[in-house]
């Protein structure tokens, strides 16, 4: 059979697939095997297209593509904006596409500007002042900032800042992360918890409880679905590489 041909039938096999699981008409079935190249470009832009280019895969496609043409247009937009109306809102609009283009530390003087006034409480603010800090290099200014917003208000210390506020404390001060990594798993258990969690105790010389944690991580990329394993893809990455390291000194040991 020709390779075009077997190329058709793949396709067509795909898509057949594609319409089962998403509870598609069974005719489609018919229309894809019956007519293998013309049903499936039919499927494709009746079906398929529209799908998935509302997909969180498809969106970062094209942000990619977007970014590789004009690198520097989400920067230059939100400085255009802050420059004719120099406002908070706009000013931290442009701190975040500084951090997303890789421009750090510019970034970090504008959120750290933007809670230097009236809106010094502002909880959204100093969360992402928080962020900056970490990716910036500054897990100690970043531990002071999530400390004082949690006893301003206590009911912050919940969901990913929990993670964020155990991550900082990982790099600033690991003596006292343990815990805080506790009520995380308390409060956000997700894959990158459970990650962040066994690398730690990996670091801390507790293979045993590390193990644990990464393997879960690799388990729930198993039975989870595809979007979710996209996801947490560099989180399921990590805890791959450390269970591949730790089988590689368990064998050099034995």
Request: aromatic share 8%; with cysteine; charged share 25%.
């Amino acid at each position: 059979m020709p390779l075009f041909a077997i190329a058709h039938i793949l396709v067509a096999l795909y898509f057949g697939v594609h319409a089962i699981r998403t509870g598609r008409n069974m005719y489609w079935l018919m229309v894809l095997f019956a007519f293998p190249l013309l049903g499936s470009v039919v499927y494709f832009f009746s079906e398929y297209l529209p799908e998935v280019r509302h997909s969180r895969v498809a969106r970062k496609a094209v942000g990619t593509v977007a970014t590789l043409v004009d690198p520097g247009r989400d920067v230059r937009r939100a400085r255009a904006d802050f420059e004719r109306t120099p406002s908070v809102d706009n000013r931290w609009r442009l701190a975040e596409a500084l951090l997303q283009a890789g421009q750090h530390e510019e970034a970090l003087q504008h959120y750290e500007q933007c809670v230097a006034g009236p809106y010094a409480r502002d909880p959204k603010l100093r969360l992402a002042l928080a962020n900056a800090q970490c990716v910036t290099g500054h897990p100690a200014q970043a531990v002071q900032t999530l400390e004082r917003l949690f006893a301003d208000a206590p009911e912050r210390q919940a969901g990913e800042t929990s993670l964020w506020y155990a991550m900082a404390l990982a790099e600033a001060a690991p003596e006292r992360a343990g815990p805080a990594f506790e009520i995380a798993m308390q409060r956000h258990l997700t894959v990158e918890t459970r990650c962040e969690y066994g690398l730690f105790l990996l670091r801390r010389g507790q293979p045993s409880r590390a193990r644990e944690l990464l393997e879960e991580v690799i388990k729930h990329a198993k039975l989870g679905t595809a979007h979710s394993r996209d996801l947490n893809r560099p989180a399921i990455d990590r805890a791959r590489a450390a269970l591949k390291s730790l089988e590689e000194i368990g064998g050099a040991s034995a």
